[in-house]
């Protein structure tokens, strides 16, 4: 067999094999990485609030908040950029755009909810990143 699977690049080992073995759409890797660009750039900012000690910084948490949002945002668009012009030579891997960004969009809200409950059950200290893309969805 000429074929290979990538069996989910964060791995979820409570998940068994054969349901981790099953072909998707390469949409939910994308919507993995942009996520990552959230969970990066906020866990950046609890860090610099927190400071090395974890005593807390005089910082405007608004006003940095709202910068890394700018950097996700361009981070994530570049990176969609560079996607569907990677994907532009074989368009037949996704649907049409319209279908594509419906399928985004429902991808990053089921992949932002697993996250939350993750956190929740994890990293409590970490549960507004989740909610900071549901939100914003």
């Not at 608004?62 to 950097?71: C, F, G, K």
């Not at 429902?106 to 549960?127: I, Q």
Request: charged fraction near 25%; charge should be negative.
């Amino acid at each position: 067999m000429a074929d290979f699977v990538l069996i989910d690049f964060e791995g979820e080992p409570p998940r068994p094999i054969e349901a981790r073995r099953g072909k998707q759409s390469p949409l939910k890797d994308v919507v993995g990485m942009m996520l990552s660009f959230a969970s990066a750039t906020f866990s950046a900012v609890d860090r610099l609030i927190a400071g090395e000690g974890g005593e807390e910084h005089a910082i405007d948490r608004t006003a940095l908040i709202e910068w890394a949002q700018v950097w996700q945002d361009a981070a994530t668009s570049q990176f969609l950029c560079s996607y569907r012009e990677g994907m532009a030579v074989k368009p037949d891997l996704l649907p049409p755009p319209r279908e594509a960004q419906i399928l985004l969009d429902a991808y990053l809200l089921e992949k932002a909810l697993h996250e939350l409950l993750y956190d929740l059950d994890n990293r409590p200290s970490c549960v507004w990143i989740p909610l900071h893309s549901i939100l914003a969805l």
